[in-house]
């Protein structure tokens, strides 16, 4: 009776813990998202660092929202959100931290599978803005998420070098932030390791290891959501020996999103995940730097257009596509 007792303590006691870390660390996405917290220590509130980082932070969200977030959500709700019925698994590969794309594009979705080269981190905690270092820890965010708000981008590149070093290091506080800003509220943080045989093992609160972390949301329209962020190599050869696309095989066809992906998916290099985005999504939305027209079977895909097709620039000018170019001037859809 006694060890059994005594079990229940401890097991109640550390999920009480575990909630007080969740607690915090919603606080602390919204402090780095500019938003005021009702749990949130006065310490930190009332710092010149903390409210200069809120103005800077509302006016570029505010125009973020009203530029890019809203038209993407209300162009995906009348183009894609009736032929996608509600639940199932969004792939975006390339994604890095970019959460809050893939859920406007895909919103009715119940799990988006991301996956990129920047390292995981750990949660973001609220002790890291008490001190001396906040002014500093704020700023680093500011930069971070620079260009992304101004692009809708990252650039590998920044992030390899910015995420390790920041206070808040790694992606996971970054998609904290973009969750707390946009209105949902995180429920749990898991860290996952994967196996070789593509089978994943929750490790927990333990980010030692760790190939994945799942984030479990509570969403604005007050549904239960599952984003998982895989740290990993999708070129070929890479993916096939961690373990990732076999993880990917063994999940239901579903929707993808490709964008800013430096055209990696032209390359015979990165040919295993173009083949599996082909044979395992029942829509795919992406930019010109996704996978190539020449790639979709004409006679299985719907190709539809939308915006407008230019030469991309300098960098990748060797990949433009004639054909897609022809494609949009004979039919293309306006884009707002």
């Known amino acids: 009776f006694y060890p059994i007792a005594l079990t229940a303590i401890l097991l109640a006691e550390t999920a009480a813990a575990g909630?007080?870390?969740?607690?915090?660390?919603?606080?602390?996405?919204?402090?780095?998202?500019?938003?005021?917290?009702?749990?949130?220590?006065?310490?930190?509130?009332?710092?010149h660092a903390w409210q200069g980082h809120r103005e800077a932070m509302q006016k570029a969200w505010a125009k973020y929202k009203a530029s890019t977030l809203d038209p993407m959500l209300t162009w995906s709700s009348g183009e894609n959100g009736p032929s996608l019925p509600p639940g199932g698994v969004v792939r975006y590969a390339f994604s890095g931290p970019d959460v809050l794309h893939v859920m406007r594009m895909f919103p009715r979705a119940h799990s988006y599978v991301l996956c990129g080269l920047e390292p995981i981190g750990t949660p973001p905690r609220s002790t890291a803005l008490r001190g001396k270092s906040a002014e500093t820890a704020l700023a680093e965010i500011r930069k971070i998420l620079e260009e992304s708000i101004r692009y809708s981008f990252f650039r590998t590149s920044d992030m390899q070098k910015e995420l390790p070093a920041a206070t808040y290091a790694g992606t996971l506080p970054i998609m904290c932030l973009f969750l707390a800003a946009d209105g949902h509220e995180i429920k749990d943080i898991e860290f996952i390791s994967l196996g070789k045989d593509g089978k994943l093992a929750n490790l927990g609160t333990s980010h030692r290891g760790a190939a994945a972390v799942r984030i479990d949301v509570r969403c604005r329209d007050g549904k239960a959501r599952s984003i998982l962020y895989f740290q990993t190599n999708i070129a070929n050869g890479a993916l096939s020996r961690s373990g990732f696309l076999t993880y990917l095989k063994s999940l239901p066809p579903g929707p993808s999103y490709v964008k800013a992906s430096s055209y990696l998916m032209h390359e015979s290099y990165f040919s295993q995940i173009r083949d599996h985005l082909l044979a395992s999504s029942n829509a795919i939305i992406q930019d010109d730097s996704g996978i190539p027209l020449r790639f979709f079977d004409h006679s299985l895909w719907k190709i539809t257009p939308y915006g407008n097709y230019q030469t991309p620039t300098d960098l990748?000018?060797?990949?433009?596509?004639?054909?897609?170019?022809?494609?949009?001037?004979?039919?293309?859809?306006?884009?707002?």
């Open 19 to 47: 909630s007080r870390i969740i607690a915090d660390v919603n606080t602390t996405a919204r402090l780095l998202a500019g938003k005021e917290s009702p749990k949130a220590s006065t310490r930190i509130t009332r710092s």
């Open 316 to 336: 990748f000018k060797r990949y433009h596509q004639d054909e897609l170019a022809k494609l949009f001037r004979s039919k293309a859809k306006p884009l707002p």
